[in-house]
Nanobody, 130 residues
Framework: QVQLVESGGGLVQPGGSLRLSCAAS????????VAWFREAPGKEREGVSC????????YYTDSVKGRFTISRDNAKNTVYLQMNRLKPEDTAIYYC???????????????????????WGQGTQVTVSS
C-alpha cells in the first residue's frame, strides 16, 4: 500500500479556511485516484472529495460542494484539500487514501481499506469552533 501523510489541520473559526495536504514519499500519487475522508467520533468514515488519476475529474460530497476544492501538485507528490467557509459540522479527523472508487455521487473506499488503517495516513484533526 501507498504510505501517506496528512497535515494542515488545526483549530479555525466558522467561516475560516484550512488547506490540508496528503503527501506520498515513494510512489507518484498521480498514478492513483486520491480521496479525502473524514471521521467524527462515533460516526462512519465519510468520503469528502476525490481527484482522479491522470488529471481526471474531481468529485465532492454534497455537504462540501462549493466550499472545498481538491487539487494535485505532482512536483511535490501531494494532493491538497482547500477548505473554505468552514462550518462546525466539518469538525473531524481527515484522512486520505488511494484505495478508493470515485464517481458522480460516490466516494467510496475499497472494502479492504475499511478493515485496516494501513491504507490511510495518520489523519489530521480539523476543529471548527468559535
Amino acid at each position: 500500500q501507498v504510505q501517506l501523510v496528512e497535515s494542515g489541520g488545526g483549530l479555525v473559526q466558522p467561516g475560516g479556511s484550512l488547506r490540508l495536504s496528503c503527501a506520498a514519499s515513494e510512489v507518484p500519487l498521480d498514478y492513483y485516484a486520491v480521496a479525502w475522508f473524514r471521521e467524527a467520533p462515533g460516526k462512519e468514515r465519510e468520503g469528502v472529495s476525490c481527484i482522479s488519476s491522470s488529471d481526471g475529474p474531481t468529485y465532492y460530497t454534497d455537504s462540501v460542494k462549493g466550499r472545498f476544492t481538491i487539487s494535485r501538485d505532482n512536483a511535490k507528490n501531494t494532493v491538497y484539500l482547500q477548505m473554505n467557509r468552514l462550518k462546525p459540522e466539518d469538525t473531524a479527523i481527515y484522512y486520505c487514501t488511494t484505495e478508493v472508487v470515485c464517481g458522480p455521487g460516490k466516494i467510496t473506499a475499497v472494502p479492504q481499506a475499511y478493515l485496516s488503517q494501513d491504507y490511510w495516513g495518520q489523519g489530521t484533526q480539523v476543529t471548527v469552533s468559535s
